[in-house]
């Protein structure tokens, strides 16, 4: 069974992307939303690394042997001025998006198995990500215009 | 006690009287020279905060010499608090600027005003529309924002404009766009004569809005006394009502708003105050919301909060069993975290009951300053005029048509920049022409040494415009002498919809020039022009300007289309929406519980509450509002800045009865000045003791960002928590020595409403000898 496989990605895509808020929002920390917001959206990427915990129990926690084409996207460190920022930004969102897609995937096979826990964990964390990508969509296109046509 | 005299009695003498009647009549009266003297009256009212108190000038001479509350008036019934009898006009000619200034290496010069305004557009002209910033006012007059506001959207085309409104209302207007879909207040004052409960949540209002607190004062006095419930960490004349009505006095610690909020509402459901049928009909979300404060039973909001449970309790259970509910909110919860969160949670309440757009059922997101609400409607603020939705191209269109431009000169493209990120653009160079207009950001920002900083940057091109030269104009590179009240015309809307007439009683002093005519002589000089090559800006008079904005707003929320300046003179001011039909304006908003959440019309998609994430057109038209309110929820988290071993004390700010904005005003009156001179820290006493200060002794309050220092007061706050009124900076300072609030506090902000957070500061406090 390869849902052992994608809970190992969830996993390692949750943590670089709690790593990958925690960096962001401490580089930029003089755009106090983004310190701000980086840091509590991050805390929730680090909470569902901690939901995961019962389902790698059960399920065991399988690193895939093609580590090329199924590892988690990884957050390659922050940039600085305002075209940094929005890279910065973007980067998250990639993030973002995989570990979106992947609690999807994921969530179908819970609905398979069927595991109405591992279901209403999935349904949570989403949620959380969404928001992460809300807001990230939000604060790319405020600071595009100043960034890419004016900024120095 | 001399009653007449109304720094000893700020809310006047009593006219108590029963619940459902009116509120009996008073007028107020202050004049410097004999009744029989006085040449002529002119109509106005007053803008030394968002009440409104409707009142005529009078003029002996060609000068301002006094006011009277007018009686007519459904705002004020007459009356006039301390700021509208002594500080209306007493400044008129005390250090006026009276000719342009210009900087050179020397200093500010004076200049004229072909030379200045040609300065203006040389700079302007040299930069990209997304190199220009606008910080405007709640303090200009309707006719002047809308112009400005299309200067910026239409003729420049620049997002990044806003007011300081941003730091007073900006939360209002939010929580109102996230729960009914639109901005515009509820309630009407006249709930309060019909309330049984009344909620003043953050609110001080015995002084933000002194006649307003002696209208609740007259029901205190009268029979069936509505119960008071006041939430403030301080101990204020206001909260030792609630405890006199039967009610509560909730005491929460800085920063923990939502908390409490969310208890309310966990209380309410678990008692079996909801009324179902109504929430299953007029409101979406429901389910959400009982998750989201399942979590939050009174004892452990009690541990949060630092309050008692059972105040929490008791508090909850007026809410649920009285008949009509009055609820106002002010800066103690949008100055604070969560603040869109929590003031959702309040309007929440009321859909909860069902208590909404009936007579003492009321929602009231009050503003700070008078005209604030206009800032908001003409989209001086950088929404776009006429509640519309920037992420609505229907809207966008609406507004390209009535001005006859392209729709994509119009900056729709993302949020409008709001005042801190603003700043912020300035900080970084991006923005390097930088107009300010009627407000003084050196005093009121946050983290003053840091927009001290800004104001003085390499390369910027700073222009104030005000009546004074303020701690702001002192940076500027242009500076232009504006007319003030009384000496322009122009009309503007107070908290509660209603709208003024406010007529020119005087002629400004030297070469000072009303805000429209500076604003209109940069559009011409720019050479705005429409699609059709004609000026893109047809009005040149207030009344004119008064008749474009009717038409942007006809068929909006805020529907100015059936108010003429001729209906405006001689009655009462008259509450929007106003149209042909509806003539006599509109109490109550929602009277049918019908919102304007329909996505043709909405103001805004909403937002996710916890980080401001902006919710999809898509996803918006998905939950199919048609109509329902949103009972949007979420979970408290801890603020963003919380007290250490190093700052062991959470600084607050606030006002005084006494003074208004930066005391431009209130500071020159003689009366005012001599009332509260200048600034002090309040301390409760179990602090100053540990801390070693006495009653007056000097202490500095100290942040990570700066500091400030003033004489203690002691015993008026709650454990923990330090308060400094925020008026005081230093145009009248003598021994230049650091008094402003803003020295200290810290540059974050709601994520919703984007409303800088003043109330959360972590400090220490020592005696500074
Ligand atoms: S309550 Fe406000 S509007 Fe009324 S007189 Fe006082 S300051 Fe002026």
């Known amino acids: 069974m390869h849902l052992s496989t994608y809970l190992g990605l969830l996993h390692s895509a949750e943590n670089s992307l709690a790593e990958a808020f925690g960096q962001v929002g401490r580089h930029h920390a003089d755009e106090p939303d983004v310190e701000h917001l980086c840091q509590t959206l991050g805390e929730k990427a680090a909470g569902h690394v901690e939901s995961l915990g019962p389902f790698l129990a059960r399920y065991g926690e399988h690193r895939e042997d093609e580590p090329d084409r199924l590892r988690a996207a990884e957050f ?32 179908q096979a819970a609905q398979g198995v069927p595991d109405a826990d591992l279901l209403k964990t999935v349904q949570n964390c989403q949620t959380d990500t969404r928001t992460q990508l809300s807001w990230l969509q939000t604060r790319i296109k405020q600071a595009a215009p100043q960034a890419l046509i004016v900024a120095k | 006690m001399d009653s007449a005299d109304r720094v000893e009695n700020v809310w006047g003498a009593r006219t108590p009287h029963e619940r459902g009647t009116a509120w009996p009549v008073r007028v107020d009266q202050e004049l410097a020279v004999a009744e029989a003297e006085v040449d002529r009256w002119v109509q106005s009212a007053c803008v030394l905060c968002s009440n409104g108190c409707a009142c005529d000038i009078a003029v002996k001479d060609g000068r301002m010499v006094g006011v009277r509350g007018r009686a007519v008036d459904r705002i004020n019934h007459g009356r006039l608090g301390p700021k509208g009898l002594y500080a209306s006009w007493q400044w008129s000619d005390q250090d006026r600027l009276t000719q342009p200034l210009i900087r050179t290496a020397e200093g500010l010069r004076p200049a004229s005003w072909d030379e200045a305004m040609d300065r203006i557009v040389e700079e302007s002209k040299k930069r990209h529309p997304l190199q220009h910033g606008f910080y405007t006012s709640g303090q200009l007059f309707l006719e002047e924002y809308y112009t400005l506001g299309v200067i910026g959207k239409a003729g420049l085309g620049t997002p990044h404009m806003d007011g300081n409104t941003r730091l007073c209302t900006a939360t209002a207007g939010a929580s109102l766009k996230e729960t009914f879909g639109s901005d515009g207040q509820p309630g009407s004052y006249e709930d309060i004569e019909s309330c049984d409960a009344l909620f003043l949540f953050g609110h001080n209002l015995a002084a933000t809005q002194t006649v307003l607190w002696a209208r609740v004062l007259d029901r205190v006095e009268g029979p069936d006394t509505p119960a008071i419930v006041v939430v403030d960490p301080r101990d204020t004349p206001t909260a030792r009502m609630a405890e006199r009505t039967g009610g509560v006095h909730l005491a929460p610690l800085p920063g923990t708003n939502l908390a409490l909020m969310n208890g309310l509402i966990h ?30 039973e009174p004892k452990q909001v009690a541990e949060i909060c630092g309050v008692n449970a059972v105040d929490v309790q008791r508090a909850a259970e007026i809410f649920g069993t009285s008949e009509r509910v009055l609820s106002t909110v002010l800066q103690g919860f949008y100055q604070s975290h969560q603040a869109t ?18 007579p003492g059922c009321g929602v009231l997101q009050m503003n700070g300053q008078p005209t604030a609400e206009n800032t908001r409607e003409c989209g001086a603020d950088g929404d776009l005029p006429g509640f519309r939705n920037w992420a609505n191209q229907h ?36 923005i390097d022409f930088l107009w300010i207009s009627a407000t003084n950001p050196a005093v009121s920002l946050p983290e003053l040494p840091r927009i001290r900083d800004i104001l003085d940057r390499d390369g910027l091109f700073l222009v104030v415009q005000d009546g004074f030269l303020t701690e702001t104009a002192e940076h500027a590179d242009v500076v232009l002498p504006a007319a003030l009240w009384g ?45 059709d090559g004609q000026p893109l800006i047809g009005w040149s008079t207030p009344e004119e300007a008064f008749e474009a904005w009717k038409e942007c707003s006809r068929g909006r929320p805020c529907d100015y289309s059936g108010l003429t300046y001729d209906a405006l003179r001689g009655g009462s001011g008259i509450p929007w929406p106003c149209t042909d039909d509806n003539p006599e304006g509109t109490d109550r908003l929602y009277p049918d519980s019908v919102f304007p959440t329909d996505s043709y019309v909405c103001e ?166």
């Open chain 1, 76 to 107: 390659s460190g922050t940039r600085s001025g305002g075209v940094g920022l929005l890279r910065d930004l973007q980067d998250l969102y990639a993030l973002a998006s995989f570990v979106d897609v992947t609690w999807t995937v994921v969530g």
């Open chain 2, 395 to 430: 809207h966008i269109d609406e507004l390209s048509t009535l001005w006859n431009v392209d729709p994509l000169k119009i900056p729709h493209w993302a949020p409008p920049t709001h005042a801190m990120q603003l700043w912020r653009y300035v900080e970084q160079g991006s």
């Open chain 2, 267 to 296: 209380e309410l459901i678990e008692h079996g105050h909801v009324d179902e049928e109504y929430v299953a009909r007029h409101t979406i979300g429901y389910d959400e919301l009982v998750a989201a404060v399942a979590a939050y």
């Open chain 2, 341 to 358: 969160a929590a003031a959702c949670q309040v309007n929440n309440l009321h859909l909860l009951r069902g208590l909404i757009g009936k």
């Open chain 2, 604 to 769: 805004d998609f909403g937002h996710d509450l916890l980080t401001g994430g902006s919710t999809t057109p898509e996803q918006y038209k998905a939950t199919e509002p048609a109509g329902r309110a949103f009972l949007k929820a979420a979970t408290f988290q801890q603020p963003p800045e919380w007290i250490s071993s190093g700052y062991p004390l959470i600084a607050t700010t606030g006002r005084s009865p006494y003074h208004f904005h930066t005391r431009t005003k209130t500071g020159r009156s003689r009366k005012l000045r001599q009332a509260e001179p200048s600034v002090w820290v309040e301390l409760s006493a179990a602090d100053a003791a540990d801390l070693g200060i006495a009653e007056g002794d000097r202490v500095r309050v100290e942040s990570e960002r700066g500091w400030m220092e003033g004489p203690a007061r002691i015993g008026r706050v709650r454990p923990g928590v330090v308060f400094v009124p925020f008026h005081f900076g230093y145009w009248d300072s003598t021994d230049r020595g650091r008094t402003a609030a803003n020295e200290f506090t810290l540059t974050e902000w709601d994520p919703v409403s984007k409303q800088p957070l003043y109330k959360v500061a972590a400090v220490r406090v020592r005696p500074s000898g």
């Open chain 2, 487 to 531: 000496e322009k015309q122009g009309t503007f809307t107070n908290a509660s919809r209603t709208v003024h007439l406010s007529d020119q009683a005087v002629d400004p002093p030297g070469e000072a020039r009303s805000d429209l005519d500076i604003f209109l002589d940069y559009a011409r000089r720019m050479d705005f022009r429409d699609k």
